[in-house]
């Protein structure tokens, strides 16, 4: 099934149990002093949850764009390493504001997943929150015994309250969670650790896909809970994953979603996917963030050097670091991936195809300027270790090209590497903490779903000299 039809059979099951299908929201947050992101389809709703407004429809469906790069939900670090954690992600979603609960959340996830995509029901695990006593949170037998009515009992895992219960923050709404995992092991694989249950360790073919959070309690300030009076359904699946278990491939990189893209990589760079590790870690990387960088400039937010913008341009920094260390390019690349994008996911977005001329020029401008500094960062390094006495760098210098010039330190290493030094990492990382405590107060803190930003020193942008029809762009000054 391709992935156009899987989102498609989703949206059409929960319209055919009366919801209301509504587009994606835009995936970078205009409005939201609280967060930069949407990092969960219930982002959008949080008002409904919160009972400060109430919803025209009880029941509500959609795939939205997600983004996990910052804040409580922060991905970035495993994307490419792993094989099912993506930057930016959809996630397909039903709700019930107030109207259906546990019985029927429960229910139609069983057949949407085992009657209409026809996963076999074998390789379906569940989890149900075991209660917390040090909080008085009990374990949801409610949710137990709906799910023993439609799967072994032995295949029913209590989860514990990171994994099984899901708040807001430290007060407002909040409930036990259920979700399902899939094992896609080959036999071989689950006869060598003896039928031992993975779900949780992860392993790249044991993941989980759905979340299904029963939203029932309202957390007070003095930490007690107590009943809502109207009960909400939240529930995220990963798109990408499922895409997973229906194409019966390993990765969500072997999907539709991404083999396009691959693809284009792969011709472009003269490199090929799945032979060597440390290349398709690369691939890897340059698929997944050219869609969080599309996607963020399709929804008007360029790179910058402040606040989200900042975000952005260090997620597109980070794939031409890739692109430039390990798929041997030195010239701009990234902005060829563009068309492919658009043709591929312009039809569920079509921001995407209607944004094209804005994002291909952005992204190759971003490159050529970070190449570029690139290009400095390599000439300094030679200077440094050309004075340098002895093998080790100093981690000072390290530092210094790290801050100016956007340097990582694996980068640094890597090519002092080749020219057999190595970097003094303690000096480095001294250089790097001393570096955190000063932004510290200047940053934002983050301490649940949402995200506080304080009063900051802001750095102007210098805007993009880019004409396009579509999106005006302001050019700012240093205040
Ligand atoms: P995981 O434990 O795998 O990190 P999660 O528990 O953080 O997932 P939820 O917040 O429950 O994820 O989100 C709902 C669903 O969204 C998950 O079940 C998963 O299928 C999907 N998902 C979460 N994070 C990602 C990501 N970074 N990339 C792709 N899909 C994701
Ligand atoms: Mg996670
Ligand atoms: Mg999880
Ligand atoms: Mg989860």
């Known amino acids: 099934m391709k992935s156009q039809d899987i989102r498609a059979k989703f949206l059409d099951f929960f319209k055919s149990k009366q919801h209301e299908i509504v587009p994606s929201a835009p995936m970078v947050l205009k409005n939201d002093p609280t967060l930069m992101f949407t990092n969960a389809g219930m982002v959008p709703f949080k008002e409904f949850f919160l009972g400060n407004s109430t919803s025209k429809n009880g029941r509500v469906s959609d795939s939205q764009k997600c983004l996990r790069v910052s804040g409580k939900h922060n991905d970035l670090e495993e994307v490419g390493y792993d094989t099912y954690h993506h930057t930016m992600f959809e996630m397909l979603g039903n709700w019930s504001f107030g109207d259906y609960f546990k019985k029927e959340a429960i229910a139609w996830a069983w057949e949407l997943l085992t009657e209409v995509y026809k996963v076999d029901k074998d390789i379906l695990y569940v989890t149900v929150f075991e209660g917390d006593e040090s909080d008085g949170t009990k374990m949801d037998q409610e949710a137990y015994d709906i799910w023993k009515q439609y799967i072994a009992e032995d295949r029913i895992l209590m989860g514990n309250k990171k994994d099984n219960f899901w708040e807001m923050g430290e007060q407002g709404p909040c409930g036990p969670c259920s979700e399902i995992h899939v094992d896609i092991r080959s036999a071989e694989e ?19 896909i759905w979340n299904l959070v029963f939203m029932q309690y309202n957390r007070k300030a003095d930490g007690s809970l107590v009943e809502l009076p109207a009960k909400h359904i939240d529930t995220g699946m990963g798109f990408e994953r499922l895409c997973m278990v229906l194409q019966g491939v390993q990765s969500n990189y072997d999907t539709d979603v991404f083999t396009p893209l691959i693809r284009e990589i792969e011709t472009i760079t003269g490199t090929k996917y799945g032979k060597d590790e440390k290349i398709d870690i690369a691939i890897r990387v340059v698929a997944d963030h050219v869609r969080a960088v599309a996607f963020a400039i399709a929804d008007g937010q360029l790179p910058s050097n402040n606040g989200a913008g900042y975000v952005i341009r260090r997620i597109l920094r980070r794939a031409i670091r890739y692109g430039f260390t390990f798929l041997n390019q030195k010239e701009p690349f990234i902005y060829k991936l563009v068309e492919t994008l658009a043709y591929q996911m312009g039809g569920a977005f079509p921001e995407i195809r209607k944004q094209n001329t804005l994002v291909h020029n952005v992204i190759k401008e971003e ?10 960062g390599l000439l300094l390094l030679d200077q440094v270790i050309a004075t340098t006495n002895g093998k080790t760098v100093s981690g000072k210098r390290a530092f210094e090209l790290y801050d100016t010039y956007g340097f990582p330190l694996d ?17 480095f990382n001294a250089g790097m903490k001393a570096q955190k405590e000063r932004s510290r107060a200047a940053s934002a803190s983050e301490t649940g779903d949402w995200v506080t930003l304080l009063d900051d020193d802001v750095e102007e942008f210098i805007g993009y000299d880019i004409l396009t029809t579509n999106v005006k762009l302001t050019r700012y000054r240093k205040v």
Do not use: W
């Not at 031992?196 to 993941?207: A, F, I, R």
């Not at 640094?412 to 990492?425: D, H, M, S």
């Open 411 to 427: 980068l640094t290493q890597l090519i002092a590497r080749e020219k057999g030094y190595e970097i003094n990492e303690e000096e």
């Open 190 to 208: 689950k006869a060598k650790v003896d039928g031992k249950s993975l779900v949780n360790e992860d392993h790249p073919q044991v993941v989980e």
């Open 367 to 376: 490159e050529t300027s970070f190449l570029r500094t690139l290009d400095q």
